[in-house]
């Protein structure tokens, strides 16, 4: 057999979960390994997404030194827009303390962010094009084999490997998956208007279009969700032909428009783990729970998912103490987590896609009552930015 390596935990996949649990094992002690199937190069390639990250997950970003360099060139979010059937409903920073309900963060912009902070940390090495063939857990480790043929041993496996977690096969655990009949298409424009750090977004017959605001006050970027073959269309299109489809639906929130970043399709799953941690494999990012992307929620689930693991782990991994209690509690109250906000994203693509002329007009008075609610806005807009007690806690 090969020379054995051995590490505190092993991370397959180095998307944006992998990437950031690295750094978020790391800055408690940990060593350890992240194994990404791709080369980096690639990977910074093929996502022209943007992320909004809520406000509450900041403090983590800064603990791990990494926040500084993101909010030099993230957009800010001052005011939400949402618009639909010639109802509007605003909600602006007055809701919440005068602060950013959150940052829009280029994704290729991030991953370089955290790839530089990796290599320049002493306890994480970074191997590319590389995943893991198999593995076996014990009372003491878990052992692993990687696809160079080298040979692992660590206290914890973590599978970050995306929504078709290969990891999350090779364990035996089970998801439930809802494939949607819809697609994103994301891409950036230029616009004739500021958008003064406003979200718009837009609920249309066919799907909700997201206008989220860069830095650049005359940039945003666009998440138009529409029936798959819709976006296929469209992208076959020429880039003329989109840019006057998407200004039409716009309904002339930022004035005339000029494509930017060329729209990229994302199709849409709904994935939910029956549990996250399975001896000594812990499920984490889309490889857990994938969701609707209509608010934006997706990888704050996740960024709260590595708070309430390091907050289980560290004690354990520092005093050599069994895994297994802090693990599955950590199991079970991310997954009401996931739970509440992949069904509460569920029920909003549900509820705003629904054409009848009844549902149409509530959705008017609904959003025209809510406008002048603040009382019903506050406690949204608290759970949405992950600053409420529920979303502090880990839950
Ligand atoms: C259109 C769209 C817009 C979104 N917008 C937002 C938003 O505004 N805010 C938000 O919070 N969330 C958003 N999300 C969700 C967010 O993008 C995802 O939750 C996040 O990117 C998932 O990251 P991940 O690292 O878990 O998975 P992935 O990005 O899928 O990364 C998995 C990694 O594992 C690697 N891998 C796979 N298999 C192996 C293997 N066998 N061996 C080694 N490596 C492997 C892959 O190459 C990849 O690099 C959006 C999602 C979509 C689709």
Request: proline share 4%; charged share 20%; aromatic share 6%.
């Amino acid at each position: 057999m090969n020379n054995r390596h051995m590490v505190d935990t092993l991370i397959v996949g180095g998307g944006l979960a992998g990437a950031l649990c690295a750094l978020t094992l790391a800055s408690v002690g940990a060593r350890c390994v992240v194994f990404e199937k791709s080369r980096f190069d690639d990977l910074l390639a093929r996502d022209r997404r943007t992320t909004a990250i809520n406000s509450g997950a900041v403090p983590l970003l800064k603990e791990l030194g990494v926040w500084d360099s993101m909010a030099s060139g993230a957009g800010l979010i001052r005011r939400i827009e949402i618009i639909s059937d010639g109802g509007r409903c605003t909600f602006d920073d007055a809701l919440h303390d005068l602060q950013p309900f959150g940052y829009i963060v280029d994704n290729a912009v991030w991953r370089r962010i955290l790839k530089d902070a990796i290599d320049a940390h002493p306890l994480i090495q970074w191997v590319e094009e590389t995943g893991i063939t198999g593995f076996t857990s014990d009372a003491t480790g878990i052992t692993a084999m990687d696809t160079a043929g080298q040979s692992w041993r660590a206290q914890l496996l973590i599978a970050a490997d995306g929504r078709e977690s290969g990891v999350r096969a090779l364990a035996g655990i089970d998801a439930h998956r809802h494939v949607y009949p819809e697609s994103a298409l994301v891409g950036t424009v230029r616009h004739a208007q500021p958008h003064h750090e406003t979200a718009f977004e837009i609920f249309l017959p066919t799907g909700p279009l997201a206008l989220l605001p860069l830095k650049d006050a005359h940039a945003s970027c666009f998440v138009w969700t529409e029936p798959t073959d819709h976006t296929k269309a469209r992208l076959e299109g020429s880039d003329a032909l989109f840019l006057k489809a998407l200004l039409a639906q716009c309904g002339g929130v930022l004035g005339d428009l000029e494509l930017v970043v060329a729209p990229q399709i994302w199709g849409l799953t709904r994935i939910l783990a029956s549990t996250y941690v399975q001896d000594r494999v812990v499920l984490l990012g889309d490889a857990a729970h994938a969701i609707h992307p209509i608010a934006g929620q997706g990888f704050n689930l996740t960024l709260r998912d590595l708070v309430a693991l390091r907050r289980a782990l560290q004690p354990q991994l520092h005093a050599g103490l069994p895994l297994k209690d802090a693990l599955s509690l950590y199991s079970r109250l991310r997954q009401v987590d996931a739970a509440v906000m992949a069904e509460a994203t569920h029920l909003l693509n549900t509820l705003f896609l629904n054409s009848g002329i009844l549902p149409a007009a509530m959705r008017r008075v609904g959003l025209r009552m809510l406008n002048r609610l603040p009382i019903l806005k506050k406690p949204f807009v608290r759970h949405a930015t992950g600053v409420s007690r529920l979303a502090r806690l880990g839950f």
